[in-house]
């Protein structure tokens, strides 16, 4: 059974950055459980999830909500089968869990509107952005 788990997040102040890691156990980024897309996705405090941003199996090509277009970005590395998010310039409205999310066949250009296609979740990590 693969499982998700994220880390990183944490208190930061307006302007600054955060990483978050998503580290993927029980299976590995090539194998047919691993072997689809791979993102992020948010949920804020009374909101419901939104997606964030996704990546594609081959790490070549990369999607992201307008709102955080220019400020984060995704990457993994699948030989340590981990996932990251760099997230620079935050906002007081990025303040959210963020969860990482597998999927085995939904394509990464179609990761934000098929959330509840996702296979595998991870437990969350909590960011706070503070003004």
């Known amino acids: 059974q693969v499982q998700l788990v994220e880390s990183g997040g944490g208190l930061v102040q307006a302007g600054g950055s955060l990483r978050l890691s998503c580290a993927a156990s029980?299976?590995?980024?090539?194998?047919?459980?691993?072997?689809?897309?791979m993102g992020w996705f948010r949920q804020a405090s009374g909101k419901e999830r939104e997606f964030v941003a996704a990546?594609?199996?081959?790490?070549?090509?990369?999607y992201y909500a307008d709102s955080v277009k220019g400020r984060f970005t995704i990457s993994k590395d699948n030989a340590k089968n981990t996932l990251y998010l760099q997230m620079n310039s935050l906002k007081p409205e990025d303040t959210a869990v963020y969860y990482c999310?597998?999927?085995?066949?939904?394509?990464?250009?179609?990761?934000?509107?098929?959330?509840?296609?996702?296979?595998?979740w991870g437990k969350g990590t909590l960011v706070t952005v503070s003004s």
């Open positions: 999310a597998a999927a085995r066949l939904v394509p990464a250009q179609a990761m934000s509107g098929r959330l509840g296609a996702m296979d595998y």
């Open positions: 029980g299976g590995n980024f090539r194998s047919y459980a691993m072997g689809g897309s």
């Open positions: 990546i594609s199996r081959n790490g070549g090509s990369t």
